[in-house]
């Protein structure tokens, strides 16, 4: 492959090592692709996110000058007692794409070892099974119910329960495919790819730039069904549903109040925000940061909103583990990039899978939740968690066909 040219999204495979991160459309796209891994730095704990960056801050005050602007992809899990890990990924080669041109930067005469050749890609696969994962449509119902009498005896004010279907195909998941199936339909989120977790999120955790910080809050959700009139209509009632503006206060207070902290910001009105297959209550918070915080550390910081874990945080978390009853690992983690400044983006791995191995195969494990709080239907959250897996299973269907 070649070093100056961008490789093209839709021929990537798993032998490339590649990682993405891709927003926009056409040629206002913004996009970072890298191939195969200069450094892999891991964490797990509490600590995880400065842990990173430490490691990463240590890592570029070694690297030469020509490398300024290098860039690390970070995916990290969802809970500090997760039995996966958080990880950082420096590629060694990146390409950092956008309106103004490209850059590319080379670390592979840095690397120690020759970097290994990039296999081929494996012949097309095909699904060949769908099913539910670890919890089941009846546990998730069962969870629901049991998480709305906890809400109602005042234990919480709302959770987020979450449940896992499985994909399984006779050969190898065909990433840039995918990644670039995501990208095409759902231009406005973020596609991603980093070490097997791979989707297309529509909620920005946080973007710091050159000392700017934005925040995107989501929370309050419903079905989008193409039906202009129905489609305004449910825009309205979302707008005014006491059950979803109080979920989506809920994520948008646990945002603000992190942001008030270490920065002076500004919080817009809530509005809805209109995607493919689903809407959802947005609030938008930016602002300037006081004092040097880098991406990833406030990220850290932010992570675990009320908009994927619940209020009051601590009692979510427990309660979201004892019903969920299984390992988020990454799913609803940060995921995204920081670099050698700081600066960088990180969405809420949402809308995602992860691939994993199978003796004669992969599999696509797709997540998805739903917030719980007074009013919440356990039918109704079913049906949302359904719409929020459409993204991947449309885009492996587009290029499984």
């Not at 961008?6 to 927003?23: E, F, K, N, V």
Request: glycine share 8%; charged share 20%.
């Amino acid at each position: 492959m070649s070093q100056v040219s961008p490789p093209d999204l839709a021929q990537l495979h798993a032998g490339h090592q590649p990682t993405i991160w891709r927003h926009g459309s056409d040629a206002e796209s913004v996009r970072t692709i890298g191939i195969g891994e200069f450094a892999r730095l891991t964490a797990s704990g509490r600590g995880r996110f400065e842990e990173l960056q430490e490691q990463f801050s240590a890592l570029c005050a070694a690297l030469p000058a020509y490398t300024s602007g290098v860039r690390a992809f970070v995916s990290a899990t969802f809970s500090p007692v997760s039995q996966a890990t958080s990880v950082l990924i420096v590629p060694r080669i990146q390409w950092h794409i956008g309106p103004a041109g490209v850059r590319v930067i080379d670390l592979s005469d840095l690397m120690a070892e020759a970097p290994e050749v990039s296999q081929p890609p494996r012949a097309a696969s095909r699904v060949v099974a769908q099913h539910a994962g670890e919890l089941s449509d009846e546990a998730f119902l069962s969870g629901v119910r049991e998480a709305v009498r906890r809400i109602e005896a005042g234990e919480l004010a709302k959770t987020v329960l979450a449940r896992d279907e499985v994909i399984e195909l006779d050969g190898h998941v065909p990433i840039g495919p995918l990644a670039a199936a995501l990208a095409e339909a759902y231009p406005t989120c973020w596609t991603y790819y980093v070490d097997g977790l791979i989707g297309a999120s529509p909620e920005m955790l946080v973007r710091v730039r050159n000392g700017e910080v934005a925040s995107r809050a989501l929370a309050g959700s419903a079905p989008v069904s193409g039906d202009l009139d129905a489609d305004e209509a449910a825009a309205e009632d979302l707008m005014t549903s006491a059950k979803d503006t109080s979920e989506h206060a809920y994520a948008a207070r646990s945002v603000i109040e992190v942001l008030r902290r270490i920065a002076d910001v500004q919080v817009s009105d809530t509005h809805v925000l209109r995607l493919p297959t689903i809407m959802h209550l947005a609030t938008d918070v930016s602002g300037y940061l006081r004092g040097e915080h880098s991406a990833l550390q406030v990220a850290g910081q932010l992570h675990p909103s009320a908009a994927i874990c619940g209020t009051p945080r601590e009692a979510a978390e427990r309660v979201l583990a004892e019903l969920e009853g299984f390992d988020r690992g990454r799913y609803s983690g940060p995921v995204g990039w920081v670099d050698d400044s700081g600066n960088g983006e990180f969405v809420i791995a949402l809308r995602c899978a992860r691939i994993e191995g199978r003796a004669d195969g992969q599999d696509l494990r797709m997540y998805a939740g739903a917030g719980i709080v007074v009013g919440s239907d356990p039918q109704r959250e079913l049906a949302e968690t359904y719409t929020k897996m459409l993204p991947i299973r449309r885009a492996i269907a587009r290029v499984l066909p």
